[in-house]
């Protein structure tokens, strides 16, 4: 397919966006640039590579391709506590490329059912490999405002969504759901209380040490607290992998998730931060080992 | 070097951009996302690849590389009438590839110099040829608002800046400078009797096809006042060519760009709009030639 086509089949699929989302996509894709209005106040921004061979095998079915290359980039806004509002895709296809249009549709798709419509993009062909781009826009929570990596204070807990490990080998990596609800909730239930958040792309042992390394302080993992995935049986393997995309957050001690699951959704304290630098695991026996290098790095 | 290094580096030497623009980045490289405040109103979003082998040889010069990654984002700015606010790059670099310092470091440059400060982005290496990504987030004209391709009527007048051609062969495709300032003196003259506009990217003879297509006229070229660049004698070609990024639009008939020249870079009136459809360019024996194929397509 020309490449021409490709483009106004996009702005072709995208003639409604701008009334499915009055006030947000002014103009969509087929033009210069994409306008939208996000009134007044912060937007959050992101963009993130997905390429061939990389973050995806060959083989990968289109759409699981298309949903990771946008779910990556939601993950990050989720990480600041915030909600996507807009995307714009690129797409570098290899000459001869058959599956553009299943592609662009898809990522079209997933970017309406994580919140952010892709409004624009640019596509290209080359001799090389498939490789994907998706920047998002976002705003942070209304209350609470953008939660960086850096807000971690001595004394803080480390908590964790759901369940880690094992993400590559189960194809978790291609199907998880961004935790932008979750972010949100601990946006109004937390609040201030609420000090660092990160999202575990590159491992908890490796993330964790960047939310303390950011935040001037160290961190202790628990390795008995952390939660795996069913099948999952080694916890220092298990933080040391990459792609689990959950959050990882610092919250002020006693702070008020007793509770422990949000609609369904497993919160767990799995360790603190304490004076000083670096991110230890510490195993039942009290054997410390040094994590910070442990994540698989993007 | 590693891309943890390689990202400290850039989130280090991104420190000041928060102080060096107040009210624009408020966290910059280095968080989960960069965080703008665009105010109230709309915002223009683009985003343009740069592939090695494709749009520039493999010999180019990092500074030149890192140059029109961002101008040709810039560029589409500059197409809609608005002013470029920020900026997000991405590099997916060959292993082993020395010149990523350098290379982030111009394209950050670049950023500042165009008016779109990088506030984050994203790096990964694999086996492949080098892969830039810019995108851009700007403003539209204040009081004009963002100039569409969609706006040209029947009788409307097609001009372009500066002079086209050649761009190629001459290197002028590494070394342009986005027609921002004159896109907003555009506006600021001919307020809405300045219809629709683009930039040529991939020639003249497309671009303007475009411009008709989108809305519904067809377009006339007059070859004969096409203003070609020094050393290009063909207009035929030249307006087949691409990469000129000058601006092509359209002008109510009898538009006050008489002067015909803005601050040192001129304005010429090429062509017409008509009822009808296509692109033919029309030389000064009367011969005609449909044109809205023969430019580059990126």
């Given at each position: 397919m020309r490449e021409t086509d490709l483009l106004a089949h996009i702005a072709?699929?995208?003639k409604g966006l701008t009334g499915a989302y009055p006030g947000v996509v002014v103009v969509g894709p087929g033009d210069d640039c994409a306008v939208v209005r996000v009134g007044e106040g912060d937007t959050l921004l992101t963009v993130d590579q997905l390429v061939e061979g990389r973050h995806f095998?060959?083989?990968t079915a289109v759409d699981l391709i298309a949903r990771k290359a946008v779910a990556r980039s939601i993950s990050d806004i989720a990480?600041?506590?915030?909600?996507?509002r807009w995307g714009l895709a690129t797409g570098?296809?290899?000459r001869g490329y058959g599956h553009a249009d299943a592609l662009f549709d898809a990522m079209a798709r997933w970017g309406i059912e994580f919140g952010a419509p892709l409004v624009g993009g640019d596509v290209a062909m080359w001799d090389g490999g498939l490789v994907l781009t998706c920047t998002v826009g976002g705003v942070p929570h209304a209350v609470r405002g953008p939660v960086l990596r850096s807000g971690a204070r001595t004394g803080d807990e480390l908590w964790v969504t759901g369940r880690v490990g094992g993400s590559l080998a189960s194809g978790r990596h291609l199907t998880f759901v961004p935790r932008?609800?979750?972010g949100g909730w601990l946006c109004d239930v937390l609040g201030t209380d609420l000090h660092a958040m990160i999202d575990v792309s590159d491992g908890?042992?490796?993330d964790a040490a960047r939310l303390g390394a950011a935040s001037g302080v160290a961190v202790e993992i628990d390795l008995s607290r952390v939660p795996l995935h069913q099948g999952v049986g080694d916890s220092v393997r298990a933080i040391g992998e990459g792609e689990d995309y959950e959050l990882l957050f610092a919250a002020a001690p006693g702070a008020s998730l007793a509770a422990a699951t949000l609609q369904g959704t497993l919160?767990?304290?799995i360790g603190r931060f304490a004076v000083g630098s670096g991110c230890v695991s510490v195993d039942a026996r009290g054997g410390r080992l040094e994590v910070s290098q442990r994540g698989w790095e993007h």
């Open positions: 072709d699929r995208s095998a060959p083989q990480a600041m506590g915030g909600t996507p570098l296809l290899p932008v609800a979750e908890v042992g490796r919160l767990t304290r």
